[in-house]
């Protein structure tokens, strides 16, 4: 009973201190100023959202090889290993069922290696997603430029962090002008020379048997 009984009594002291505190006191002195709300905090904007798609993609035209010539990354791994990167070959299918089926193929050890994912069209034409084992851990794609025969520009995000690469249809080195426009493009995500890149155009992997596909 005795407990309750101190329940009891801190509530009806609380009651009493709330009625002594009133909104005006005697004499005109006025209560302390009500705590300003804080300004409701803008919606995140991620990276990714500020580079927008290339107008009227025909995704079907992306289908088939792009060679991976440069990238713009602050992976820890490119940073200090960049110098020993493997050629890279990317070839797209699809779509079918909303999805474009992707298989990349490279070289590690010495071996040939093939990895088959599959990139899910959104409702947005140019945005691409890449699933991953929990929805935080998607990677969202954006085909930023490309004219389909030559080059395409593809920027991907995972976590909050953006990669971007540049394809070509050959092997073949782009032009002057394209390269710099690549570099301009890197830079606009605070990626500059430091972080850029360039891939064999040699050497590229041709079929992979079926132990080494993952």
Known sequence: MSGEFRCVLAAVVLLCFCLLVPTEAVGGAKSRPKPQRRPPRKPKVEPIDATPPTQNIDIQQMTGKWYLLNMASKCSYL????????????????????????????????????????????????????????????????????????????????LGKVTVKLYSRSVDDLSEPMLTKFEQLAEKHGMGLAYLFPFPTYSHCGEVDQDHKL
């Open 79 to 158: 940073i200090k290993h960049g110098t020993r990167v493997e050629p890279i070959v990317m070839t797209l299918t699809g779509p079918s069922d909303q999805t474009l089926s992707v298989s990349t193929k490279t070289r590690h050890n010495h071996q040939c290696w093939e990895i088959l994912q599959e990139y899910h069209l959104t409702s947005t034409p140019g945005k691409l997603t890449l699933k991953g084992t929990r929805p935080e851990l998607n990677t969202d794609i954006v085909i930023g430029e490309t004219d389909y025969t030559t080059y395409a520009v593809l920027y991907y995000q995972k």
